[in-house]
């Protein structure tokens, strides 16, 4: 099956800084999402993002399919923003099964 | 604010004892999925509906759970009889076109 690959793995901002998270995949994906896990454990939805660029506040992404990668950007980073991002794709040979990556551990200090 | 709701959100259960996970669909989506949240294992697909049929239960222990959605606005998991290592968090997730939503998830811890 399609594999998911993010980096870094855990990540460690003071409040105000910037970060770029990348989710790389082996195969063709017919769709990929943008999570962030909070400290409740909730999944939130940031970007359903298969080709292109998107912009939500401060939080962007940028998936380039051809070469089979996707960057999440945050900047000005806040305390909120700490937990665990991840990225999930469905490839080309799958009805709808997520795939998830192995996620990054961001925590915001202030 | 559409969304997807579970029940009940915490079950401390003993080894032998059945367990029975409930999810409500946000309205008019068409698809739902239950994922499962381990350590180990980290996020991975038990079962996958579409239109209330089952498509895929591949990643389900045939032998132990099972998956139904009596309607389209109720989606169940049950096992029976549940064991330690069945301890996880369990997320319903439902979606119309591409994109999944997921709801708050149900911590299963079973003794």
């Known amino acids: 099956g399609i594999q998911v690959e993010q980096s870094p793995p855990d990540l460690i901002l003071q409040e105000g800084a910037n970060s770029t998270l990348r989710c790389n995949f082996s195969d063709s994906v017919n769709n990929l999402q943008w999570f962030h896990q909070n400290p409740w454990g909730q999944l939130i939805n940031l970007f359903y993002i298969p080709s292109g660029t998107k912009q939500n506040g401060r939080l962007s992404a940028t998936t380039v399919a051809t070469e089979r990668y996707s960057l999440l950007y945050i900047s000005s980073s806040q305390t909120t923003d700490s937990g665990v991002y991840f990225c999930a794709v469905v490839d080309g040979t799958s009805y709808g099964k997520l795939t998830f990556g192995q996620g990054t551990i961001l925590t915001v200090h202030p | 604010d559409a969304r997807v709701t579970q029940t009940p959100r915490h079950k401390v259960t003993e080894m032998g004892q059945e367990v029975t996970m409930r999810c409500q669909p946000i309205l008019g989506h068409n698809t739902v999925f239950w994922y499962r949240q381990t350590m180990m294992q980290g996020l991975e697909l038990l079962a996958y509906?579409?239109?209330?049929?089952?498509?895929?239960d591949s990643g389900m222990p045939k032998d132990r759970f099972s998956a139904e959605m009596p309607d389209a606005t109720l989606a169940t998991l049950k096992i029976q009889p549940s064991e330690p290592r069945d301890s996880a968090v369990y997320f319903c997730?439902?979606?119309?076109?591409?994109?999944?939503?997921f709801g708050p998830g149900t911590r299963l811890t079973v003794l």
């Open positions: 997730a439902s979606g119309l076109r591409a994109e999944q939503f």
């Open positions: 509906f579409r239109n209330r049929a089952p498509l895929d």
